[in-house]
């Protein structure tokens, strides 16, 4: 089983829409969990840290279900600029390493 | 702030040749530092990391090396490229073990 999975997607949403992915992974004894946005051919860059209670920044909410090893981000309001690659990464035991999903691509049309 | 470079931005080598990207992190002092590949289709692999100055974990071992020979500057090496190390390489920094990881713009190689 991969450390961490993710649809591969494409999502396909109208602006304005709210849209969810989600995120399993393996390792039950992970303690750290985020989520970063991939353009095309550029690097990762954090979107947000998920936090045991869930969190909100904005448009985007992260919840976390440790019993479930489940993962999920939701964004409200669809922006055409939200379109990209959103990658589940969770933290290795080691506290170095991040266990990167594939990435589930979403792109938000007019 | 914190800012991350990394050169070249793109390479094309023949296999065989030999290889140095290099990363330097300003704004900080101590940083963790990361060295991530990303193939084409795959995930990104954490390659090496480095708490300090000429300390260097490997977590895959592969044709590459990595260095650390100031607090702020991380290289990766390779004595003789093969074409299975074509990808985007990812340098990255965080301020303490657990947190969150920074990324560089990458350099994009290709082994021909």
């Known amino acids: 089983r991969k450390e961490v999975e993710q649809d591969p997607g494409p999502f396909n949403v109208p602006e304005g829409a709210t849209v969810a992915f989600n995120c399993t992974y393996s390792?039950?004894?992970?303690?750290?969990f985020f989520w970063y946005r991939q353009d095309c051919r550029k690097e990762p860059k954090l979107l947000m840290s998920?936090?045991?209670s869930g969190n909100e920044d904005g448009r985007f909410t992260a919840q976390l279900n440790r019993a479930s090893q489940y993962i999920s981000l939701l964004i409200r309001d669809s922006k055409l600029s939200d379109s990209a690659t959103y990658l589940c990464?969770?933290?290795?035991?080691?506290?170095?390493?991040?266990?990167f999903g594939k990435g589930t691509s979403l792109l938000v049309t007019p | 702030s914190q800012t991350i470079h990394q050169w070249p931005a793109t390479l094309v080598q023949p296999v065989g040749s030999p290889l140095s990207l290099e990363c330097t992190v300003e704004?900080?002092?101590?940083?963790?530092l990361y060295w991530y590949r990303q193939a084409a289709g795959r995930g990104l692999q954490l390659l090496f990391y480095?708490?300090?100055?000429?300390?260097i974990s490997s977590e895959v071992p592969q044709n590459l090396s990595a260095s650390r020979p100031q607090d702020r500057q991380f290289i990766l090496s390779s004595k003789k490229l093969l074409l299975s190390d074509s990808g985007f390489y990812l340098c990255?920094?965080?301020?303490?073990?657990?947190?969150?990881?920074?990324f560089g713009p990458g350099t994009r190689l290709t082994v021909t």
């Open positions: 990255a920094w965080s301020k303490y073990r657990g947190y969150e990881q920074y």
């Open positions: 390792n039950s004894a992970s303690q750290s």
């Open positions: 998920v936090y045991s």
């Open positions: 990464v969770v933290l290795a035991n080691s506290g170095y390493a991040l266990n």
């Open positions: 704004g900080t002092s101590n940083p963790n």
């Open positions: 480095s708490v300090g100055i000429g300390q």
